[in-house]
């Protein structure tokens, strides 16, 4: 029997839609201040570096899209291309970050409406953001068509706010003067470095939306021109606006009160806002950061279910989660995607999972590139050399996060490994089986 396959639905504009739904999000209204509290201003030189290493590994990302159009991502391009545990590795990496980045979106979708309504944040923040997840798979299982109307809709509301408070921003900074730019570095010599680097691998995660596209090659139109396009218009957008508002911010109030706000409310562009005194700015940014976050949620959902799918048809997990219905969605992957951001949303804990999920993600874009140097030169779109600086950038990148976040990870690679040498005893191995070319 053939095995069912997805609808490919999503044209250069939606692909492109969907990378920005996926960055323009968590990362810009929750990790800004986690980072600034690292790094001071330098989180703008930061946000700089990790937008380089984002368009290297984007690169690779695009090439093997282009090359292997199915759904999985890396997961499956460490099938094809190194080994099977290593293509395990990078899915199950994928995964854990990815739920980690998904919860930390509900928490920063929940902790704005809640904020917005003057409801106790802390006491309330959890459940909330464990419903908004459960909300969203509701709607990721009525179908692609319309999750790419919702997350366009999305896109173009928060591009507007963030839009609006960029200009405000940089009014007030010609007006105002760059006091809050001094000292730009939060610390000098190596601490002021590793401290850079922190900040650097913490807003690198934020970039990696980008490989929603990748991972959702299976329903991308014509995905050898589609996808490096739309990866690297998504890249130039969001390295723009990421830079406009982080200098918008941090001239209107400083990083310390940035950082202060994360670490409280989840919330770290509202103080930012409310001191610029534009009427109606605060509410604007607030609207635009719940449906950022809403989206990069969304944009989570679909990209963990496919991997859940790719997963399912190599028997790495059950095989029930590969089941496509005939509306063509893995409704077992989405809703197994589901309940596990919706538990891990009930920690309530946006720093831990953000950190967390940078290791993981360091993790698999190493994998990614170590890919892309294996690709033949007759699929290569880009000079090796790109491969070779993400790699590059990864690994220099690993020994600046805590030591705690690498235990974590460590452990989990192990559980998954060993996860993996038992799925193959229970279930039948496909794991020779070649992706569709198309």
């Known amino acids: 029997m053939t095995e069912r396959r997805l609808t490919r639905e999503l044209g250069i504009f939606s692909a492109t839609m969907l990378g920005l739904g ?114 969203l798979t509701v709607l990721v299982l009525a179908g692609l068509r319309r999750s790419s109307f919702t997350n366009i809709a999305i896109v173009s509301v928060t591009l507007l706010a963030l839009t609006g408070f960029a200009v405000a921003g940089l009014v007030n900074l010609a007006n105002n003067g760059s006091q809050h730019f001094t000292p730009f570095f939060a610390e000098t010599g190596a601490r002021g470095t590793g401290a850079l680097l922190y900040a650097t691998a913490l807003m690198f995660v934020a970039y990696t939306g980008y490989g929603r596209i990748a991972t959702m090659s299976e329903e991308i139109i014509n995905p050898r021109a589609t996808i490096p396009r739309a990866i690297i218009m998504t890249l130039v957008v969001s390295a723009l606006v990421y830079s406009l508002v982080a200098i918008a911010a941090i001239g209107a109030v400083g990083s310390e009160r940035l950082v202060g706000s994360a670490a409280d409310k989840a919330t770290p562009l509202e103080s930012a806002a409310a001191a610029l005194e534009v009427p109606g700015l605060t509410l604007v940014l607030a609207l635009g950061a719940i449906t950022a976050m809403l989206g990069v949620l969304l944009n989570l959902i679909l990209g963990l279910s496919r991997i859940v799918l790719a997963m399912g048809r190599r028997s790495d997990i059950p095989p029930q989660f590969a089941a496509i219905s005939s509306q063509s969605v893995p409704r077992a992957a989405v809703i197994a995607v589901g309940i596990a951001i919706a538990g891990l949303a009930l920690t309530g804990d946006v720093e831990t999972t953000w950190a967390f999920s940078a290791s993981t993600v360091l993790i698999y874009y190493a994998v990614t590139n170590l890919a892309a140097l294996k690709l033949p030169r007759s699929q290569r779109l880009y000079p090796r050399f790109v491969a070779w600086l993400g790699l590059g950038g990864c690994l220099f990148l690993t020994p600046f996060l805590p030591p705690r976040i690498w235990i974590v990870g460590t452990v989990l690679i192990g559980i998954g490994l060993l996860w993996r040498l038992m799925a193959r005893r229970i279930w039948p191995s496909t794991s020779n089986k070649e992706a569709t070319l198309e």
């Open 22 to 135: 996926s960055i323009l999000g968590t990362g810009i209204f929750v990790s800004i201040g986690i980072a600034a509290g690292a790094a001071g201003p330098a989180v703008i030189l930061a946000i700089g570096l990790a937008a380089a290493l984002a368009t290297c590994n984007a690169l690779s990302s695009a090439q093997l899209a282009a090359a292997y159009p199915v759904s999985g991502g890396t997961y499956e391009y460490g099938y094809q291309l190194l080994h099977p545990a290593l293509g395990f590795t990078a899915g199950w990496m994928f995964l854990c970050a990815k739920t980690a980045s998904a919860a930390t979106a509900a928490l920063g979708a929940a902790g704005y409406g809640l904020h917005l309504i003057g409801i106790d944040v802390a006491r309330w923040l959890p459940a909330i953001a464990a419903l908004i997840a459960a909300g």
